[in-house]
């Protein structure tokens, strides 16, 4: 187990270097509301109420930094009492992600705290509207430029928006969303610098005047 997760430190490393030399950029697709099916409306739907459940338990819990990533099931209170709820839906990256987000919310807390300014805790959520997508090709990935599959969902997704991303950037993590009523991803792609489309410059620039004879009246000459 320790040379696994030396090889996996190391290839993060050498990730993070490589990243540091080429471009960030987050494109958000929406997903394709008519072609989701009945169990996937369902299976999304749960997504975001486990997302909540996790997250007020964490806000609740009294050291969130020794939360186990590994949990499947969390007390959500119901009128007076606490009842145990599974997480069927949350895979352990979106589980893992979730609570370290919280963590690293607190965290940020407690810098701006100590530089002298008055914050307060972190608060319950009725709803989630993120659910964190840490790792392509496991969490998510994308398939035949129109579809996306998401880790727990059986139906590929059909989704609009993919054409945005250029064709040689390598997509990283990225995160779903609800708004809405619909859904969305944002993903998080780094582009080679070097095959950066050169941006392109005017030859010259025209004046627009508008009028009453004619609406528009172009520098150049032309009426419209």
Known sequence: MSIKNERIKVTLKDTKER????????????LDHSHLNQNSLKILKRLFLEAKWLYNYCVGHPDVFSIDDKIKAVPVKV??????????????????????????????????????HKVGRLKFKSYVKSIPLKQ???????????????????????????????????????????????YYVAITTYTSREHKP???????????????????????????
């Open 19 to 30: 990243r540091k030399q080429m471009e960030c950029r987050v494109y958000t697709v929406k």
């Open 79 to 116: 009128k007076d009492q606490f009842e145990l709820r599974q997480l069927r839906q949350l895979s352990s990256h979106m589980r893992q992600s979730i609570i370290t987000r919280t963590q690293q919310n607190i965290r940020g807390l407690a810098r701006v705290k100590a530089k002298g």
């Open 198 to 224: 050169a941006m392109v410059v005017p030859a010259k620039s025209i004046g627009i005047d508008f009028g009453v004879k004619n609406q528009l009246s172009l520098s150049n000459g032309v009426h419209i």
């Open 136 to 182: 392509y090709g496991n969490t998510y990935k994308l398939i035949n430029g129109n579809y996306l599959q998401l880790q727990r969902l059986p139906q590929q997704l059909r989704v609009n928006g993919l054409e945005q991303l250029p064709s040689n950037c390598e997509c990283a993590n990225a995160t779903l969303l609800h708004q809405h009523g619909d």
